[in-house]
């Protein structure tokens, strides 16, 4: 079994991590809205929400900010990019088909497979491999603000107490 100690984060990166608190919630709450047999397009609908007001400007961000330090042909670079294709790819089907379910816990399942990913390999990884100039100039970005866009979204699926 690989040990998954954290180890300490360069500021530069430390807002993608806290990015991806939110992300795994995200993934919590379409899980949490499948077990308890919401109607998928409401689960869709917020998924579609948080998409636009916040992952994809994430992902964006990963990308123009760190991806990019890495050599085009990284093993770890080129993972990293091919799970953000996947996941536009899965939310743009559930824009298309806004009750399928499958498509709701696979992007869920993919979601949380990526971040996992991230944080335990991809971000040691640039940490290590990222001239410390680039980082200093990286760590003045801040996270987005996810808890925000929750106050914007009234349809609160996930708690069972407001069902």
Not at 51 to 71: G, S, V
Request: charged content about 35%; some cysteine.
């Amino acid at each position: 079994m690989k040990d998954h100690t954290p180890l300490k984060r360069h500021q530069a990166i430390v807002s993608f991590s806290k990015d991806h608190h939110f992300g795994l919630l995200l993934v919590w709450k379409i899980r949490q809205g499948l077990d308890k047999a919401v109607n998928p397009e409401r689960i869709s609908n917020y998924v579609l929400f948080f998409f636009k007001e916040d992952l994809e400007k994430h992902f964006r961000e990963e990308e123009q900010l760190l991806f990019c330090k890495l050599p085009v042909d990284d093993v770890l670079r080129e993972q990293g990019e091919a799970d953000h294709q996947t996941i536009y790819r899965l939310v743009a089907a559930i824009e298309e088909t806004k009750d399928d379910t499958t498509l709701l816990s696979q992007l869920a399942d993919e979601l949380e497979k990526h971040i996992r990913f991230e944080e335990r390999e991809l971000f040691n990884h640039l940490q290590n491999d990222i001239k410390a100039d680039d980082l200093e100039a990286i760590a003045s970005r801040f996270s987005n603000n996810s808890k925000a866009i929750d106050e914007k979204w009234e349809d609160v699926f996930w708690d069972s107490k407001k069902q």
